[in-house]
């Protein structure tokens, strides 16, 4: 029961990381109705950037507005340099682009960081409190600061008109320009405001995973699979997505665990969580295409 | 004097034609090519995944070059330059074999040297043993890579796991009773490399000792979860089986959960660095683990005199580069144990030669190897380093203690 509980504690955890990075990758979906493979990548580059400010001297919560803010000029500069020339291209071409950033990112990452993990502090407090001892200061923070990201950008596109506008301009773009919303602005912001979040993402992965060019790289598999789950076209389905796939990954790991030891029988361990947990997010998908939270886009033709 | 006359003239030169060719005829003998050297160089191969999931390896084929530009500084190896060509693998084995072959047909190397990792040296392992090419001082520590009688153009380098892991196992059962032990591995051949030498190690009667065996995969974010299961297994001696990044977090987590076994942590990941630094020292006080090279950050070793050369050729050659990665302490002394075996090959560089010198090294002190360990190879002992020392780690250093264990065979 002891085990169950903490595991229960470090899936949540995880599950804020995947949530954080799912956060991202919807805004760009809600924003552009593209999948950003480069997301991770992206969020990783930021947190490089984030732990140079903090080595030049700046503390956390200076670093990381400043860095959110560099994070956001360079998705808008991304998107303008770079995707605009492919606005009417197919959706391959605009997938490729995507893979190449990610390679670019990451290499770029090496050759001016290095390959050494860094340790990269934790922005709270370490205390300790009842509970400590199932989830860290800093796994609850994570926790906490994702709920606040989810706020702000719900409020954002609910509440906004700039929100709205984002929307519409994704959703159709054509009668949105009709309705003179600037279209080719609201894809470059959203592209700005994914960055600022996975920078925030990034920086809150860091401390755990440790500071390196790979650290996304298996992260962005664990936050597709929330942001699907949940509904890659709803913020609070993707968060609730990545904490449903944290979650998951180790209870089929603690189960597996336990049927071993009391039978001695090998169904599922550790090695088969990541499997277990796709095959979920793969009978979610077939059942309700949209995913748990997604609402159903009906497209007239 | 005598006057100079056309029968002196004849006379004269073909004495001194007939001494120069007595003085030519015997050197003439000696030297021998084949691919790759020649009197004036040495081309040598090597294959390294500068890019890719590995790439934090690259360091180590950028530090063997720039060693061979500091050997050809000074002159090169008995007059002859090296030419060092080194292609990226990606760490990919198919690319692995499609740059293997292009260094032996179209560059025509003398000897592949120090390809790294397990896969990748799988993959060409059959094609250098079929072609006669030596595939020298491999970086991985697969205990695979020493059989000369199947393979006589392969050769390890550094301790192979299944000896560090069965020297691990023999340490608990001497000085832990009522062990219960907690294994932490990554789910492949390099973790369960370790984990059969381990076993091995113990016994078939003692392998119950081993209460709960953990897996993580090199996709998984974390190896948390894996940790708090080893936790609740009750165990009193944890083996840890990582790469460095898994390392330092299975490390972090245990300080976190207040977990406080009795920790042994595999060679792969002794680096302050690259591990204990980033994981915190205070947490990692104690750690056990098997060394068999100078950690280039412990003040223990400042004023030793190849760590005094090692950080002077890293100013010279490797500016900018990254001190605390120990692919440039490892790097750098796998490379002089190459330059000495094509010293001792002398004007003889054949490939059969090659192959002689390198297993008839003995007692060769190698940089940065630990005072004790000592290189040995013969024609039937192709496993280069095969002695360890046990350390723990203490502030932030390493304390050396007990003699140098050695499993040096035949």
């Known amino acids: ?301 | 004097m005598s006057k100079l006359t056309r029968r002196n003239l004849i006379t004269g030169t073909s004495v001194l034609a007939l001494a120069l060719a007595a003085a030519a005829t015997p050197s003439l003998a000696q030297k021998k090519y084949d691919d790759g050297a020649s009197d004036t160089e040495i081309k040598i191969g090597n294959i390294m995944p500068y890019s890719g999931n590995a790439s934090a390896y690259g360091a180590i084929g950028k530090t063997s070059e720039a060693v061979m530009k500091k050997i050809n500084d000074e002159g090169g190896i008995n007059g002859r330059k090296v030419n060092f060509i080194s292609y990226d693998d990606g760490y990919s084995p198919p690319k692995a074999v499609e740059m293997v072959r292009k260094l032996v047909e179209e560059d025509k190397v003398l000897l592949v040297f120090n390809p790294l990792g397990t896969p990748s040296n799988t993959a060409i392992q059959k094609y250098l043993n079929t072609k006669k090419v030596p595939q020298l001082f491999v970086a991985t520590g697969a205990s695979k890579w020493g059989k000369p009688k199947e393979f006589p153009w392969t050769m390890g380098w550094q301790p192979d796991y299944a000896t560090e892991g069965s020297i691990y196992a023999k340490h608990i059962l001497a000085n832990h009773k009522d062990a219960k032990i907690g294994v932490l591995m990554q789910n492949d051949d390099y973790g369960k490399d370790y984990f059969n030498g381990f076993k091995e190690g113990l016994g078939k009667e003692n392998e119950k000792l081993i209460v709960q065996v953990s897996t993580y995969e090199v996709t998984d974010p974390t190896v948390d979860s894996q940790m708090i299961q080893l936790k609740n297994s009750g165990a009193n001696v944890f083996f840890n089986i990582t790469t460095p990044k898994f390392a330092a977090q299975a490390i972090k987590k245990a300080a976190e959960i207040d977990w406080k076994p009795v920790h042994y942590l595999n060679n792969v990941s002794s680096s302050f660095g690259a591990v204990f630094k980033p994981a915190g020292i205070e947490a990692s006080q104690g750690i056990l683990l098997a060394l068999y090279r100078k950690d280039a950050s412990d003040p223990q070793w400042a004023n030793s005199p190849d760590i005094v050369a090692w950080k002077a050729f890293m100013a010279k050659y490797m500016p900018g580069a990254d001190i605390r990665d120990d692919g440039h302490n490892y790097g750098f002394s796998v490379a002089n144990t190459l330059v000495e075996v094509l010293k001792r090959c002398g004007d003889n560089l054949t490939r059969e030669n090659v192959m002689k010198q390198a297993a008839s090294l003995q007692g060769f002190e190698a940089p940065m190897l630990l005072p004790g360990i000592k290189i040995n190879t013969s024609p039937t002992d192709f496993y280069p380093i095969q002695s360890v020392q046990l350390g723990r780690v203490k502030g932030e250093s390493f304390e050396l203690f007990g003699q140098i264990l050695s499993n040096e065979s035949k």
């Open chain 1, 1 to 301: 029961m002891e085990q169950l509980i903490q595991q229960v504690a470090s899936g949540l955890a995880n599950g804020a990381i995947y949530a954080c990075l799912a956060l991202a990758l919807v805004m760009i979906f809600v924003s552009t109705d593209h999948i950003n493979f480069a997301q991770g990548e992206l969020a990783m580059f930021s947190a490089f950037l984030c732990w140079q400010f903090m080595d030049w001297g700046l503390t956390f919560w200076l670093a990381l507005p400043v860095v959110a803010f560099i994070s956001f000029l360079v998705g808008v500069s991304v998107e303008r340099v770079i995707l605009r020339p492919l606005h009417n291209a197919p959706v391959l071409s605009i997938v490729v682009v995507f893979i190449g950033l990610l390679a670019i990112f990451h290499s770029m990452a090496g050759s001016i960081w290095g390959h050494t993990i860094k340790q990269f502090p934790s922005p709270f407090p370490n205390v300790h409190f009842a509970g400590s001892g199932y989830i860290g200061p800093h796994q609850i923070g994570m926790v906490v600061v994702t709920l606040l990201l989810l706020l702000a950008l719900f409020a954002f596109f609910r509440y906004t008109p700039i929100g709205l506008a984002m929307r519409a301009a994704a959703q159709n773009p054509v009668s949105a320009r009709l309705v003179g919303i600037r279209v080719d602005m609201m894809l470059a912001l959203g592209w700005g405001l994914a960055a600022a979040v996975g920078a925030v993402a990034g920086a809150l992965v860091a401390p755990v995973v440790f500071l390196e060019p790979n650290m996304m790289a298996s992260i962005l598999l664990y936050g597709f699979a929330g942001a699907l789950v949940g509904g890659i076209s709803s913020p609070g389905g993707a968060v609730a997505g990545g904490f449903i796939v944290g979650i998951l990954e180790n209870l089929v790991a603690y189960f597996g665990n336990l049927l071993e030891k009391s039978t001695g029988i090998y169904v599922v361990g550790n090695g088969e969580k990541l499997m277990v947990a796709l095959i979920i997010v793969i009978t979610v998908l077939t059942l309700k295409p949209s995913g748990l939270f997604g609402h159903v886009t009906v497209k007239r033709v």
